[in-house]
């Protein structure tokens, strides 16, 4: 079984700009959680969808948003980028009834 | 923000000798994991300890859970320098898959 894939694996943007990360979860999973990864602040939750719809929320701006599609891939959207933006950002998939998150290995974002 | 602590931020250790990492949260909980991650990579899910559990082993690994004091702790016996990795504890409660994640322990495993 193939493993959760992200795309790009790196994206070298400027401030104000936006950008879309993807990310397709393992076949069969249906909910997918988003992380970001800093030195500064650690791993911390974004966003979870399951079925097309938002289960749960970070504490992170609206600048910062996601969707999840009806073959359970997912986006998230993050609108005029900011220095402290830069990360590494990791996408999760897991099955109906679990807990056990499956990583991919993450997209790394350079705002400069 | 992160759920807690874990202990220590970094450990050095040779070959062969066992490796353990703590690992405090704040809240109630449903269930603790512990995750693996190579050089700024993906998370590698290690094993999961649920709330109305003490112990468990996988392999070469051992957790405990102590609610009470609200910690767990990673035991990993005989290591390699395969095992040279940041490890981090991270907690869910409540409903859904949101993870809470520890400070993490870069560990590294000189021959």
């Known amino acids: 079984k193939a493993g959760v894939t992200q795309t790009p694996r790196y994206l070298i943007k400027t401030r104000g700009q936006q950008v879309t990360l993807s990310c397709s979860p393992i076949s069969g999973h249906r909910s997918v959680s988003w992380y970001q990864q800093t030195p500064g602040q650690g791993l911390q939750f974004l966003f979870e969808y399951f079925s097309e719809t938002q289960r749960n929320k970070g504490n992170f701006p609206g600048r910062f948003s996601g969707r999840q599609f009806s073959n359970s891939r997912s986006e998230m959207n993050v609108s005029t980028l900011e220095l402290g933006d830069s990360a590494l950002y990791l996408c999760a998939s897991s099955l109906v009834g679990s807990n056990e998150q499956f990583f991919g290995p993450g997209t790394r974002l350079t705002v400069l | 923000s992160q759920q807690g602590e874990e202990d220590p931020q970094a450990l050095s250790i040779q070959e062969g000798e066992n490796a353990t990492m703590n690992c405090s949260y704040k809240t109630s909980i449903n269930n603790l994991q512990w995750y693996r991650q190579n050089s700024g990579r993906g998370l590698v899910h290690l094993i999961l300890i649920r709330s109305n559990e003490r112990e468990k082993h996988s392999g070469r690994l051992r957790v405990t859970l102590d609610t009470s004091k609200k910690s767990s702790s990673l035991l990993i016996t005989a290591s390699r320098a395969a095992d040279t990795a940041s490890y981090f504890c991270?907690?869910?409660?409540?409903?859904?898959?949101?993870?809470?994640f520890g400070t993490g322990t870069q560990l590294k495993v000189e021959l």
């Open positions: 991270a907690t869910i409660g409540g409903g859904g898959n949101k993870l809470t």
